[in-house]
Nanobody, 127 residues
């Protein structure tokens, strides 16, 4: 069974840092792009960042550009989201998923292009 498992969330003060991990099991995802999304209570699930299947290309929402960095370690079948200078508005459940298509970055910010969603990890930023 294919599964994505997020970890690394927690409570952090504004201006601090967190590193989230997205570990895949069941099969390798080295041929698929992986995306991070977040969902705050009562709000829609929003795109945060994505990394292409090759790892050569990364994409960010304007709200996190310059503060968050996405990376991947295919040997560990894991994708990371380094969150720096966090803000209270970053508070949400963070989820990762794999792009449905292999060898393409098509639809990297469109959540309908993703599958194998994890359960998410809660990030809470206090002011």
């Amino acid at each position: 069974q294919v599964q994505m498992v997020e970890s690394g969330g927690g409570l952090v003060q504004a201006g601090g840092s967190l590193r989230l991990s997205c570990a895949a099991s069941g099969r390798t995802f080295s041929s698929n792009g992986v995306g991070w999304f977040r969902q705050a209570p009562g709000k829609e699930r929003d795109f945060v960042a994505a990394i292409g299947w090759s790892g050569d290309y990364t994409y960010y929402a304007d709200s996190v550009k310059g503060r968050f960095t996405i990376s991947r370690d295919n040997a560990k079948n894991t994708v990371y989201l380094q969150m720096n200078v966090v803000k209270p508005e970053d508070t949400a459940v963070y989820l990762c998923a794999a792009n449905r298509r292999k060898y393409t970055d098509y639809g990297h910010s469109d959540l309908t292009q993703y599958e194998h969603w994890g359960q998410g990890t809660q990030v809470t930023v206090s002011s």
